[in-house]
């Protein structure tokens, strides 16, 4: 049986067991007896955090339950809110250069297309 944390009012948050079916139910506190509601310890990680991992943190919770669909309107919203002048570096993704895009053809009649990811493999 897993083990969920629970607060009391007077005497504070305290551990107890439960089955999983049972876990949101009150229990009561071992030294008053009065009903105490379930509480979720948040790890302190995660208030360290930096701000850019806790947005993909939470980009990636969102996705699980709602995952985004690729859609005619979505694409045309996507593409109006980066409706902009792409100067150079601007790296927002929607019609700017891929920078080292062009093949490049080896000795051996291979062709590779080098690019800021050397880690990718081309085909």
């Known amino acids: 049986m897993p083990v969920y944390d629970y607060r009391c009012q007077q ?5 107890d067991l439960a089955t999983m ?3 949101a139910n009150p229990v009561d506190c071992p030294v008053c007896g009065e009903a105490s509601a379930r509480v979720i310890m948040m790890s302190p990680e995660l208030f360290d955090m930096a701000p ?7 980009r ?4 699980r339950e709602a995952p985004m669909f690729s859609t005619p309107q979505s694409r045309a ?3 109006a809110r980066h ?4 100067k150079s570096g601007c790296g927002c993704g929607s019609d700017a250069p ?8 080896m000795p051996d009649g291979s ?4 690019s800021a990811r050397p880690w990718m493999i081309s085909h």
């Open 77 to 79: 919203e996507k593409q």
């Open 98 to 105: 891929i920078r080292g895009s062009k093949a490049v053809y």
């Open 11 to 15: 005497h504070g948050v305290f551990s």
């Open 60 to 63: 990636n919770e969102r996705s």
């Open 83 to 86: 409706a902009h002048d792409h």
């Open 21 to 23: 079916d049972n876990s």
């Open 52 to 58: 850019s991992n806790r947005k993909a943190h939470e």
């Open 111 to 114: 062709k590779i297309f080098p």
